[in-house]
């Protein structure tokens, strides 16, 4: 039951004002930190999907063992870097778990946990929940692959999620942390305070 990791790193980071896949996040780019984790997590494929600074963000991510997409498209919204995720993926995949690029804290146990309970269960969605808020990062069965493809605009997979609850197995986790992502200089500034 093989699982690859797509981390979507291919935003523009308009709010930021420089692109935020290469900010400093304990002594390396952020978008190196989150793919560190995901293949700490010992998936089987690690996707990352590129787009604004794409040549910068790649070179961060030299030496890891991860496939790095441009997504050429990636102005027309999160759609696009989904699909081009997708279109990566080795064609054993039976799960894709997706990643934002800009939420450090989420960690390898809760990674680890999705997974599990994937692999426990015939659900088609795995959605983490954060103190009662759902979040990602998303475990998506290959039977929601082709709905990824069609997805359109900036919502990325919310719309799938939302569509259909009774095929989402959420799973809690008490801690909030793993929601703070970074997409202004504010948010940097304040989460650089927190634990790592």
């Known amino acids: 039951m093989s699982v690859a990791a797509i981390i979507l790193a291919a935003g523009a980071s308009s709010r930021m004002g420089q ?3 290469l900010l400093d996040w304990g002594g390396q780019p952020l978008v190196r930190a989150v793919a560190s984790v995901a293949l700490s997590a010992r998936l089987d494929s690690v ?3 590129v ?3 794409g040549q910068r963000v790649a070179a961060t991510l030299d030496g890891l063992p991860v496939r790095v997409v441009l ?3 990636y102005a027309t919204g999160q759609a696009s870097s989904l699909h081009a995720g997708i279109a990566a993926l080795p064609a054993e995949i039976e799960a894709a778990l997706v990643l934002l690029g800009d939420q450090p804290f989420v960690g390898v146990q809760i990674i680890d946990a999705l997974v599990q309970a994937w692999r426990e269960s015939s659900a088609q969605i795995v959605a983490p929940s954060f103190g009662g808020q759902r979040g990602n990062p998303v475990l998506f ?3 929601v692959f082709q709905e990824l493809r069609e997805v359109q605009g900036d919502q990325g997979a919310r719309a799938i999620i939302q569509a ?3 095929r989402v197995l959420l799973l809690p986790f008490a801690q909030l942390r793993p929601l703070e992502d970074i997409d202004t200089p504010e948010d940097y500034q304040r ?3 927190l634990e790592f």
Do not use: H, S
Request: aromatic share 0%.
């Open 51 to 53: 787009g604004a600074a």
């Open 141 to 143: 069965d290959q039977r």
């Open 191 to 193: 989460i650089q305070q």
């Open 71 to 73: 997504n050429a498209a």
């Open 19 to 21: 692109p935020k896949q």
């Open 164 to 166: 259909n609850q009774e």
């Open 47 to 49: 996707v990352v999907v």
